[in-house]
């Protein structure tokens, strides 16, 4: 059951930070933009301390972690991709179109859902559980602090 919980609540981060990443592509700042940069950089002071990774865990974290976060960014690209296609000239796609087009939307959501499983396992390998725990409630909280942000907010604000 706690690997379910945590599959989801990692699951749940990741969807909503593939929003705000659309966000931020959208208004220019896109996914590889120096934004983004400062955000990386920021998700990485706060996952280490939170997680509480040691320099050595840290090391072989982030490398696993980025490699993940790649594959993520990737398949988000490929769906956001396929949703501009949904709404292009503010008509939905012909019915055949859109069957392909939803038939390919199940496919990644497969693939993300396989990723998700890969890479807890293969935390799970350099980590405690703890640890991996401790990861994807950083996750949780990092996008909202990210999102408090964006609306003006300091994350100890209520």
Same mark, same amino acid.
Do not use: C
């Given at each position: 059951?706690?690997?379910?919980?945590?599959?989801?609540?990692?699951?749940?981060?990741?969807?909503?930070?593939?929003?705000?990443?659309?966000?931020?592509?959208?208004?220019?700042?896109?996914?590889?933009?120096?934004?983004?940069?400062?955000?990386?950089?920021?998700?990485?002071?706060?996952?280490?301390?939170?997680?509480?990774?040691?320099?050595?865990?840290?090391?072989?974290?982030?490398?696993?972690?980025?490699?993940?976060?790649?594959?993520?960014?990737?398949?988000?690209?490929?769906?956001?991709?396929?949703?501009?296609?949904?709404?292009?000239?503010?008509?939905?796609?012909? +019915?055949?179109?859109?069957? %392909?087009? #939803?038939?390919?939307?199940? =496919? @990644?959501?497969?693939?993300? *859902? &396989?990723?998700?499983?890969?890479? +807890?396992?293969?935390?799970? %390998?350099? #980590?405690?559980?703890?640890? =991996? @725990?401790?990861?994807?409630? *950083? &996750?949780?909280?990092?996008?909202?602090?990210?999102?408090?942000?964006?609306?003006?907010?300091?994350?100890?604000?209520?």
């Amino acid at each position: 059951m706690n690997r379910i919980a945590s599959l989801l609540l990692g699951m749940s981060a990741f969807l909503t930070l593939n929003i705000q990443a659309q966000d931020h592509h959208q208004e220019g700042r896109g996914p590889r933009g120096p934004m983004n940069e400062q955000i990386k950089a920021e998700r990485v002071a706060y996952f280490t301390d939170k997680i509480g990774l040691t320099v050595n865990e840290a090391q072989t974290f982030w490398a696993l972690y980025n490699e993940m976060d790649k594959k993520k960014t990737d398949l988000f690209e490929e769906k956001a991709g396929i949703m501009h296609r949904f709404t292009k000239n503010g008509e939905a796609p012909q +019915d055949k179109e859109a069957g %392909k087009l #939803l038939d390919r939307l199940v =496919v @990644i959501n497969k693939q993300e *859902a &396989e990723l998700y499983t890969e890479y +807890d396992a293969r935390f799970r %390998k350099i #980590l405690s559980n703890e640890k =991996v @725990i401790k990861m994807y409630i *950083a &996750e949780f909280q990092f996008r909202n602090v990210l999102l408090q942000k964006m609306r003006g907010k300091r994350p100890d604000d209520k």
